[in-house]
């Protein structure tokens, strides 16, 4: 089953309840942590995440682009969220370890992401103990970028090591999806598809959600 996670990046901020629940047909809530210093932008943090908690009951997928991610993830968990992703590329490998630990002893699912410049091969210490692995097609930071089909190769690549390694582990992507690469990423083996300004720029909210998720 494809599953859709909206980006609230893309979404009214002074409006942030209504354009939540304008996306309760989708899966997840797809929440992009920046701090500034991982990445070159700065968007929201802890007390969002808290507040936003109450207004749905889908779950909240946390994307982290944050440094040293360990030092914050139990404090999202506690603040609401379900899946809380970090970066390979911040921190070193022992703490990375350590920080999907940290999710997983607060009963939360934990995920890895890679940037688009990041070898699969990076994912490999790992791919056994988290349950989503996320593939920018993006540059991380910003949203309303292009999608990066030369990224595809990759989550194929991944797909094939999940298949042999975590079979139920989630494959996401997130950049640039809408209606006309939505049918790619899905191809290469991703099932979570993250969206923002293709799902808040729709006119049809709802059908637009479900034309991401039957992948046209």
Do not use: W
């Amino acid at each position: 089953m494809i599953k859709i996670a909206p980006s609230i990046l893309s979404a009214d901020f002074a409006n942030l309840q209504r354009d939540i629940e304008r996306i309760s047909s989708a899966d997840y809530v797809h929440v992009d942590v920046m701090d500034g210093l991982f990445v070159p932008n700065i968007s929201i943090g802890i007390p969002v995440v808290q507040a936003i908690r109450p207004v749905t009951d889908l779950p909240l997928d946390v994307h982290l682009m944050i440094a040293q991610p360990a030092r914050y993830v139990e404090r999202f968990c506690d603040a609401g969220a379900d899946i809380v992703t970090c970066h390979v590329e911040a921190d070193l490998e022992e703490n990375i370890h350590k920080a999907l630990q940290l999710i997983h002893a607060k009963g939360r699912r934990a995920g890895i992401v890679v940037k688009p410049a990041t070898s699969e091969t990076a994912l490999l210490p790992f791919l056994q103990e988290v349950d989503m692995v996320l593939v920018m097609t993006v540059e991380p930071g910003f949203g309303g970028q292009k999608f990066m089909a030369d990224m595809m190769p990759k989550v194929r690549a991944i797909r094939a090591l999940l298949d042999e390694q975590n079979p139920s582990c989630d494959l996401e992507v997130d950049g640039g999806i809408d209606p006309e690469t939505a049918p790619t990423a899905i191809g290469a083996g991703a099932n979570v598809l993250v969206a923002g300004s293709a799902v808040y720029g729709a006119a049809d909210i709802p059908g637009r959600i479900a034309a991401l998720r039957c992948g046209k």
